[in-house]
């Protein structure tokens, strides 16, 4: 089955304590993304990758890091977490080079709470 | 600097009558609009799609009609069910890559029996 795993999918956690979130896909895709959705603002990307060792900034990028060793995965990572970063997150997958606009896929998400 | 503009924010409908969503952007270069469904609990899942190039794309129930001039699209849910019941999310992003996705900040639709 096609799919987009994110792990964990809640965590609570405390200010300073560094964590990552894992994603992995299994449909060979290019382009992996992160986004946060939170109340009244959407989703917003945090960064993306369109293949292994290509990565950029989307629009809110401020206090994560990721990388993109091997094409399946694209770890999210938060290397001093603050409360402003409680946010529900999401990874996205799609082909770049099938032709023409290739759906995004998405995880079902990772709830984080900083405290 | 929200791009894409999404009303309403939430919208009760009755079964059997017809949702509508809008979204405006600002940005010319965009030239794919996209639109998502989300369950609770689930990620986003691409629901139909159109390009500036026509006016309208239907797909079962679902209808997005695009007002390139006036920079504006929407979303028609004709015969809403209440499995229709979810948020919904339209986006906007230059073709050819998923460089720059650029979200509305979504409709929470509640279709009541």
């Keep these: ?115 | 600097q929200q791009q894409v503009k999404q009303s309403p924010q939430s919208l009760i409908v009755q079964k059997g009558g017809i949702s509508i969503i809008n979204c405006a952007y600002e940005n010319t270069a965009f030239d794919y609009f996209p639109w998502y469904q989300q369950f609770p609990g689930k990620g986003p899942a691409l629901l139909i799609a159109i390009r500036p190039d026509v006016s309208e794309k239907k797909e079962g129930r679902f209808t997005i009609s695009f007002n390139k001039s006036a920079k504006q699209f929407s979303l028609h849910i004709m015969d809403s069910q209440p499995g229709d019941s979810a948020t919904y999310f339209c986006a906007a992003l230059i073709s050819g890559g998923y460089q720059k996705v650029t979200f509305g900040t979504g409709t929470k639709l509640q279709v009541i029996p």
């Design chain 1, 1 to 115: 089955e096609a799919q987009v795993t994110q792990n964990p999918r809640y965590l609570i956690t405390v200010t300073g304590k560094k964590l990552t979130v894992t994603c992995s896909q299994n449909m060979n895709h290019e382009y992996m993304s992160w986004y946060r959705q939170d109340p009244g603002l959407g989703l917003r990307q945090i960064y993306y990758s369109m293949n292994v060792e290509v990565t950029d900034k989307g629009d809110v990028p401020e206090g994560y890091k990721v990388s993109r060793k091997e094409k399946r995965n694209f770890p999210l990572i938060l290397e001093s977490p603050s409360p402003n970063q409680t946010s529900l997150y999401f990874c996205a997958s799609a082909s770049i080079t099938k032709g023409g606009n290739q759906p995004q896929h998405f995880g079902d998400g990772t709830r984080l709470s900083i405290l």
